[in-house]
T-cell receptor
């Protein structure tokens, strides 16, 4: 079963609008991270939020984490055409040596100029 | 180097041939990861290295897949007797330490096409 699942699968907005993307997960986490991927190649780390944090900001990005609901949201404010990409949430579950970052299937964001 | 380097960037191979993919992580990063991404899909974990050892290789899909890391640096992922279902983008990532909340730095990937 998928640890991290993003919602919606695809999002299309007008430049200047805000984009909100959600992620739900199943098991307890050490931290949750959001990544961006352009053109199906390498992912770029955007922001990390630890399990004891509730909200974090980085430039136009705002991430929230609700561990009671096992969910996170990524808000991109004042979107730009250059924000068009796929966005992935990834959960970090630290359990001894068998630990890894587990990614969801991603959200395709299209920002129309 | 400044980032994670992967080579080759593209590889087309005939079914049944062996391929070797290389990853050069950021200097000093002790943790190294291999993921696979099929068209339009999320990332599938393959293997994780801490130094030269691989505490978690649970994601390797079959015994045709193997990986090693030497000198706590360069890693190679080898796929023997390639099959068409092996076609995917193979992504390598490194991070400073495992489990202390560091994000991963990804390479640009190797796009493998098995014909």
């Amino acid at each position: 079963s998928q640890q991290g699942e993003e919602d919606p699968q695809a999002l299309s907005i007008q430049e200047g609008e805000n984009a909100t993307m959600n992620c739900s997960y199943k098991t307890s986490i050490n931290n949750l991270q959001w990544y961006r991927q352009n053109s199906g190649r390498g992912l770029v780390h955007l922001i990390l939020i630890r399990s004891n944090e509730r909200e974090k900001h980085s430039g136009r990005l705002r991430v929230t984490l609700d561990t009671s609901k096992k969910s996170s949201s990524l808000l991109i404010t004042a979107s730009r055409a250059a924000d068009t990409a796929s966005y992935f949430c990834a959960t970090d579950v630290l359990t001894g040596a068998n630990s890894k970052l587990t990614f969801g299937k991603g959200i395709t964001l299209s920002v129309r100029p | 180097g400044a980032g994670v380097s992967q080579s080759p960037s593209n590889k087309v191979t005939e079914k049944g041939k062996d391929v070797e993919l290389r990853c050069d992580p950021i200097s000093g990063h002790t943790a190294l990861y291999w993921y696979r991404q099929s068209l339009g899909q999320g990332l599938e974990f393959l293997i994780y290295f801490q130094g030269n050892s691989a505490p978690d290789k649970s994601g390797l899909p079959s015994d045709r897949f193997s990986a090693e890391r030497t000198g706590g640096s360069v890693s190679t992922l080898t796929i023997q007797r390639t099959q068409q279902e092996d076609s995917a983008v193979y992504l390598c990532a490194s991070s400073l330490y495992r489990g202390l909340g560091y994000g991963y730095t990804f390479g640009s990937g190797t796009r493998l096409t098995v014909v």
